[in-house]
């Protein structure tokens, strides 16, 4: 089955540049979620998309903004980068309505491989 | 607002032991809940979750978790601990159902032979 598709899977910049990470939900997924997840740490909320608009907002920094496109897949970009935004970013989608065949009832959450950024 | 605190960072057990790991909500309104596992270097992958049909839940690989509302837990177990289990497991709660998950600080479960 397809799965959430995030790219790059490895990133490396340096202080103060600018860095776009891509993710492509499940086909049939509606809404869209970026998670930051800090060494060692529990992945922190971002930000969400649905049908294109946010839906809802985390502790996302204002350097950060990210927005979903009409074929749905979504881009978070990053700029000025900091050494502590080093993270494993994951991006997430869930469909609004079950899809019949899915191991899990409900809009469940499903999510990708996750991207690492590294800042030096 | 929703949080859900996970007892103890790390649980070691041997090869065919139980597996416990302790989950405690707080949540304003119903909960969601849910447990992911996340094997090194790889994103989060859901072994269950709660949505109220069923107090008694049953996920993938064997584990299980059971809602008590009374004691505002969520724990997960398996009965056989494989070592293929080890992993970082994460409680999760939403406080509705697909929105966003608030995650606990993580358990690393070690298996040993």
């Known amino acids: 089955a397809a799965g959430v598709i995030q790219s790059p899977r490895h990133l490396i910049k340096e202080k103060r540049e600018t860095a776009t990470l891509k993710c492509y939900p499940i086909p049939r997924h509606d809404t869209v979620y970026w998670y930051q997840q800090g060494p060692g740490q529990d992945p922190q909320f971002l930000i969400s998309f649905y049908e294109k608009m946010q839906s809802d907002k985390g502790s996302i920094p204002d350097r950060f903004s990210a927005q979903q496109f009409s074929d749905y897949h979504s881009e978070l970009n990053m700029s000025s980068l900091e050494l502590g935004d080093s993270a494993l970013y994951f991006c997430?989608?869930?469909?609004?309505?079950?899809?019949?065949?899915?191991?899990?009832?409900?809009?469940?959450?499903?999510f990708g491989e996750g991207s690492w950024l590294t800042v030096v | 607002a929703q949080s859900v605190t996970q007892l103890g960072s790390h649980v070691s057990v041997s090869e065919g032991a139980l597996v416990l790991l302790r989950c405690n909500y707080s949540s304003s309104v119903p909960p969601y809940l849910f447990w992911y596992v996340q094997y090194p270097n790889q994103g989060l992958q859901l072994l269950l979750k709660y949505t109220s049909a069923a107090t008694l839940v049953k996920g993938i690989n064997g584990f299980e978790a059971e809602f008590k509302k009374s004691e505002t837990s969520f724990h997960l177990t398996k009965p056989s601990a494989h070592m293929s289990d080890a992993a970082e497991y994460f409680c999760?709660?939403?406080?509705?159902?697909?929105?966003?998950?608030?995650f606990g600080q993580g358990t690393e479960l070690s298996v040993k032979p």
């Open positions: 997430a989608s869930s469909p609004t309505l079950p899809i019949s065949g899915s191991l899990f009832s409900g809009n469940t959450i499903y």
């Open positions: 999760a709660v939403s406080g509705t159902e697909g929105g966003k998950l608030i």
